[in-house]
Nanobody, 125 residues
Framework: QVQLVESGGGSVQAGGFLRLSCAASGYGSSRKYMAWFRQAPGREREGVAA????????YYAASVKGRFTISQDIAQSTLYLQMSSLKPEDTATYYC??????????????????WGQGTQVTVSS
């Protein structure tokens, strides 16, 4: 059974930083896309960052590029999202996701089969 469990969310002031973690079990992630999505109240879920370890490729939404970094510790089966220079508009519930297919849009939720329960990030001005 696949489980993705996020941690590391919290409340910070604008300009601050947080690191989110996603512990994966039952999911061999060494050659599969994994990603972070976020969803704010009343808005659609949007892709924030994705990684494909097999090719070392990373993908970022334009709104976070240069501020967020996605990384993965395959040995520890853990996905990370380092977030810096946080802005109030980054406030959302952040979800970890894993895909099983390879022909996907890395930042679209459509291609992801497994989801964590989410962790809240709140950025105050």
């Amino acid at each position: 059974q696949v489980q993705l469990v996020e941690s590391g969310g919290g409340s910070v002031q604008a300009g601050g930083f947080l690191r989110l973690s996603c512990a994966a079990s039952g999911y061999g992630s060494s050659r599969k896309y994994m990603a972070w999505f976020r969803q704010a109240p009343g808005r659609e879920r949007e892709g924030v960052a994705a990684i494909y370890p097999g090719g070392g490729s990373t993908y970022y939404a334009a709104s976070v590029k240069g501020r967020f970094t996605i990384s993965q510790d395959i040995a520890q089966s853990t996905l990370y999202l380092q977030m810096s220079s946080l802005k109030p508009e980054d406030t959302a519930t952040y979800y970890c996701a894993g895909a099983t297919g390879h022909q996907i849009n890395p930042l679209s939720p459509i291609g992801y089969n497994y989801w964590g329960q989410g962790t809240q990030v709140t950025v105050s001005s």
